[in-house]
Structures are given as C-alpha cells and as structure tokens.
C-alpha cells in the first residue's frame, strides 16, 4: 500500500508536459518587382494624387507625398515652390483661382520605371478644367515628377507643373519686365551625396550647353507647345537659339540604390541682350555606368495676372 502512494504522489507532483512549439511565422512574401506591374501601379499612384488635388483633400494629398523635408514640388506662378511634405500648402498652391470648382484630367500620362525598381518618373499633359460661378475654362498644363518605391509604395519625391506660352509672347513679355523671377530653389550639396551626386551634378550643368548626356529615350519639354522633343538631345542653349545659360544654384537628389538622380534649378537665360528667368527639372538615370538625361522640363513662370487673363481672355 505504501508504494501505491509514492507512486501515486510522484505522478502527482511532475511537471505538466511542454505545449507544442510554435510554428515559425512565414516569412513575408518579397514584393513583386514585375516592370509592367511597377508601372501600373506608378500610373495609379499619379492618378491618385490628381484626385486629391481636386477634391483639395490634404489627407489624401499627403499619403501620396515623400516623408521627406527635400521634396521639391514646382507649379505655374513664380511663387509657386513647396519645400518639404507640406500638403497643404500644396493644394493652395494647385488651387490658381480663388473660390473656383476644380478637375484635373489626365489626357497623355506616360510612366517609366527605373531598371531597379526603386524610382520612375513621369510625364502628362493634364486639362485643369475650373469654374467660377457660371463660368467654365480649361487650362492645357504639363506635368512631370519623380517618384521612389518606399514601403512597397510610389511617393512622390519632385513635381514640376507648368504653363505652355507662346515662344514670342516668352521674349516680349521678358522685354517688357513683365516676368517675375521665380522662388529661388535651394541649392543641395552634391558632395554630401558621394561620387553619384556628384557626377549627376555635372551631368546637369554640361547639358546647358551640350546635349551629349541625353538618352536615346529622353524626353524634352520646352517652355512653349507644340515642340516636345523625344530621342534626340538638345541642350537648354540651343533650345532658345544659342543663349547663354546659367543657373543660380543647382538642387540634385538621388534614389536609395543610387542609379536614378533627379534636380531642378533656376536658369538665367540671356538672349539677344533679353534675360528669361526659366525653371528647370531632370531626371537622370544610371545607364553603363553613366549619367544619362531622360527628362528635361523647361518652364518659364507665369503671373497670376496674365495667367487669368490666358483662362478668361480678360
């Protein structure tokens, strides 16, 4: 009887068994790096984002923006830069016309992703249709910007919007004054962004007299209609006729791998004794171990003034 109960007391007493073992979490799935996939989802990401600006829904607007303070966003007037992720301030900035009904249509949005899959850049011709009381005009912009892949999602990084205007009516109004010198940009520090920066800096400046950098695919958008220029370089002198160009301090950036760089800066353009303020972005990518331009767009500001007087023909 007493070995009965010490057996039964030492079945008592050992520990419970040990629960299984967890099972490992799966590991997450890579995110899919299909080009075609990329390019898609680039496109909608952009179409997103001109939704935003219509509704002038800042929330929306902003989960479309780089968390960063060095997005650079440009648009028609000369006052019209945003530094930083500042959502807000960039719907007003959208917004040219007090009070007004806004659509922003896309009519030619084209989409290209670099080879890595971490940024890509685009190019539109959009219709911002606007409405004042009965009134209703439509307003021809172009749009170009850069985008990085963060997060498994495409944030915008750099804009530039602008205004076609006539080649004759750019000198005369330039002639005449009447064309205010637009924000100034801040410049960047290529040297803080190693080598890569720094040969895509001078990559930039050697296209304002040379067009040897450009892609075979490169896209040119000149500050007048009519004259977008793709495949074949041209550098921003002989665009305006063999003028002298300079820039007043040059911003670049570059993506996480460091093969896609994108800049702007303002150009002091001097033709024919005439000194044309212009706005310029580009885009670079990393090709054979080269800088190579495949986007420039050139813009020259617009006051608000003529600008309604473009829309209303008042």
């Known amino acids: 009887m007493r070995r009965l109960v010490l057996v039964l007391a030492s079945a008592a007493c050992a520990a419970p ?3 299984p073992a967890a099972a490992k979490p799966e590991p997450a799935a890579p995110e899919i790096i299909d080009p075609r996939t990329l390019g898609e989802e680039l496109q909608l990401a952009v179409l997103e984002a001109y939704r935003a600006v219509a509704a002038d829904y800042a929330d929306a607007y902003q989960d479309t923006l780089a968390k960063d303070a060095r997005v650079l966003l440009l648009d028609v007037r000369p006052e019209d830069l945003v530094i930083g992720a500042d959502a807000a301030r960039a719907l007003q900035v959208r917004h040219y016309f007090a009070e007004s009904r806004v659509e922003v249509v896309s009519q030619e949005l084209e989409a ?17 249709r606007v409405g004042i009381e009965q009134r209703r005009a439509v307003l021809p912009l172009r749009s170009t910007a850069v985008y990085a892949r963060r997060e498994a999602r495409w944030l915008k990084v750099q804009e530039h919007v602008s205004y076609a205007q006539a080649r004759d009516d750019i000198l005369a109004a330039a002639r005449a004054g009447k064309i205010d010198k637009p924000a100034p940009i801040p410049a960047s520090s290529p040297e803080k962004g190693g080598k890569e920066a720094e040969d895509a800096a001078a990559t930039v400046r050697g296209s304002l007299s040379a067009a040897s950098a450009f892609a075979t695919d490169a896209l040119i958008e000149p500050p007048w209609s009519g004259d977008d220029r793709r495949g074949a370089g041209a550098s921003v002198a002989a665009i305006f006729g063999g003028a002298t160009v300079k820039d007043e301090g040059l911003f670049v950036d570059l993506s996480a791998s460091k093969t896609v760089a994108w800049a702007a800066a303002n150009l002091s353009v001097a033709q024919g004794g005439v000194a044309v303020p212009v706005r310029a972005t580009w885009v670079l990518e990393l090709r054979g171990g080269m800088w190579q331009i ?7 500001p617009i006051a608000q003034a003529r600008l309604e007087s473009a829309v209303y023909g008042e």
């Open 17 to 19: 068994p040990k629960p």
């Open 294 to 300: 495949v986007q420039l767009h050139l813009s020259v």
């Open 112 to 128: 290209h992703v670099a080879a890595d899959g971490g940024a890509g850049w685009v190019h539109d011709h959009l219709s911002y």
